[in-house]
């Protein structure tokens, strides 16, 4: 059984990929995740021993220095232990540069009732060349 | 320039620039007459820089750097360096001397060599920069990554939104200062204090600071309200060049949001992060960079003493070469300390022999970024700590 829906929302990088929404409600900054594995270290962190390997993360915003989270972002991608895809609800220069140089596909501006319906683990598809997120129920 | 007309680099930098701009809402591209990048000599940073170098690269505004590694100044008086790090420090220095960068291996451009004016357009990366630059002189910069200050510097252009708006750069919050902040040591607490009271993104508005603080001040204020939040730029009422009263601040409009800073939270931020006294390994100063004032004042409570532990001073190349020729140097030097330039605090691998081991610093931000390294640092006033590196102990 399969059904779907859709939310609008604005490319940030160019893609489409699909998987597993990794959901935090907090920021996040990618040097406090282990490059080797993909999990957060980052102590108290909502997601904090979670894996970001192969999910589509849907984060509330960016935190860290102007080198910190490109070169977090650099290492668990090179590692193939990053997210596929990213959702980021409220966008800063810092993360959207940092997307758009890894070519990460990436989207912002999303309608808010997304949010409200997305549970964490839900597989999503993500196109940002179309503006489209769709939600698969199981 | 995004059809390739200027070349591969500049093509693939303004797509990003562009990327960047449609996110913000930028209608055009302005041009900027100054950029500072946050070089780190970690690997995203040489990759980076290496792909920029490999498309035909070069800066039409060539910008000022942060500081790496002094290879051979820690080879000679530390340790020797392991082989990773020295191949990833030349490489990355190579690749900035070649994309026509100037090394000025500094985290304060904004004192030396790159000091912008009132309303002129940059991009400054360097989370500590960006509020100065905004706050103190009322240069206009969003807060670049270290990657698009870069881009900046090879189009020579920067997507207009954010802080290069005048309708961006008011207050929204109204900050009370209900506390004595005086010396350089009070603005390193109220920096980390104000974002732990608001932690939004919205320009903030300082009333209560009674004198002008100093350069240092300043400089310490703006590096930790980007430690413990990120803050691109502020005002302090009657003293900064863009907020001459409240309604200039507000630009006539009521605040959005007051917040109270009292002796108390001022109190719990030095209880929660200062550390208690104790026994330390060494002692580390230069985060951000140290100015020549400051190791004036080492020197002068170091003169014909003898430090008990390591005493690293980090600063530029320009001040180290100024206190030597104030004698500065030579009283640290026979008291046993380092001055040594170009050098960050958190660039690994340089530090390791101190990792696990416990200090002394007069920096908040220096104390948080090591502690992944298990550093454990007890921050004092740049004095007290000058004096407990002398007896090995902090006793207060």
């Known amino acids: ?138 | 320039m995004l059809a390739g007309e200027y070349g591969r680099a500049v093509e693939y930098a303004m797509r990003i620039q562009a990327g960047v701009g449609r996110v913000f809402g930028a209608k055009r591209m302005v041009p900027i007459t100054r950029a500072h990048v946050a070089l780190s000599a970690q690997d995203a940073d040489l990759w980076f820089v290496e792909k920029l170098v490999g498309l035909g690269g070069k800066c039409k505004i060539p910008p000022t750097v942060n500081p790496s590694i002094n290879l051979a100044y820690l080879n000679k008086h530390l340790v020797e360096i392991p082989k990773a790090g020295v191949d990833i420090v030349s490489a990355t220095n190579a690749a900035y001397r070649k994309i026509g960068a100037v090394l000025s291996f500094s985290c304060t451009p904004y004192l030396q060599q790159n000091v912008p004016s009132f309303g002129e357009v940059i991009a400054f990366s360097e989370s500590s920069a960006t509020p100065y630059v905004n706050s103190v002189f009322g240069a206009r910069s969003n807060r670049e990554s270290s990657q698009s200050a870069l881009c900046a510097a090879i189009t020579g252009l920067v997507p207009e939104y954010g802080l290069l708006l005048d309708e961006n750069r008011l207050a929204e919050v109204l900050v009370e200062v209900k506390a004595d902040i005086r010396t350089d040591f009070d603005y390193q607490l109220l920096g980390w204090c104000y974002p732990l009271k608001h932690p939004g993104p919205e320009v903030p508005a300082f009333v209560g600071i009674e004198e002008r603080p100093t350069p240092e001040g300043f400089m310490n204020f703006g590096a930790e309200l980007n430690t413990s939040g990120s803050v691109a730029m502020y005002h302090f009422v009657g003293i900064t060049p863009e907020a001459p009263d409240l309604a200039a601040a507000f630009g006539g409009k009521a605040p959005r949001h007051r917040v109270t800073i009292t002796k108390d939270d001022i109190e719990d931020v030095r209880r929660r992060i200062c550390g208690a006294p104790g026994k330390i390994d060494f002692a580390m100063f230069g985060c951000p960079h140290l100015t020549i004032r400051q190791v004036g004042d080492i020197a002068r409570i170091a003169e014909g003493k003898r430090f008990a532990v390591d005493v690293w001073i980090l600063t530029s190349s320009l001040t180290r070469e100024l206190a030597d020729r104030m004698g500065y140097l030579d009283t640290i030097t026979r008291a046993g300390g380092h001055i040594i330039t170009d050098t960050c605090i958190d660039v690994p691998p340089c530090w390791y022999p101190y990792y696990g081991k416990s200090a002394v610093t007069d920096s908040p931000k220096c104390a948080y970024y090591n502690e992944i390294r298990k550093i454990a640092f007890k921050i004092r006033p740049l004095e007290k700590a000058i004096e407990a590196a002398l007896v090995g102990e902090v006793r207060e």
Do not use: W
Request: aromatic fraction near 6%.
């Open chain 1, 1 to 138: 059984m399969s059904g779907s829906c859709s939310f609008a929302c604005s490319p940030i990088s160019g893609g489409r990929c699909s998987g597993p929404a990794l959901i935090s409600d907090e920021a996040v900054c990618f040097y406090l995740v282990e490059p080797e594995t993909g999990v957060v270290v980052e102590k108290g962190h909502a997601l904090e021993g979670r894996s970001m390997e192969g999910t589509i993360l849907v984060a509330h915003a960016g935190k860290g220095s102007s080198v910190v989270q490109m070169d977090g972002l650099f290492k668990i991608t090179k590692h193939g232990k990053g997210p596929v895809g990213v959702v980021l609800r409220n966008p800063d220069p810092v993360f959207v540069s940092a997307l758009l140089i890894m070519e990460i596909p990436s989207v912002y501006a999303v309608e808010e009732s997304f949010f409200e319906t997305l549970k964490d683990g839900q597989t999503i598809e993500l196109d940002a060349d179309a503006g489209v997120l769709r939600l698969l129920s199981r």
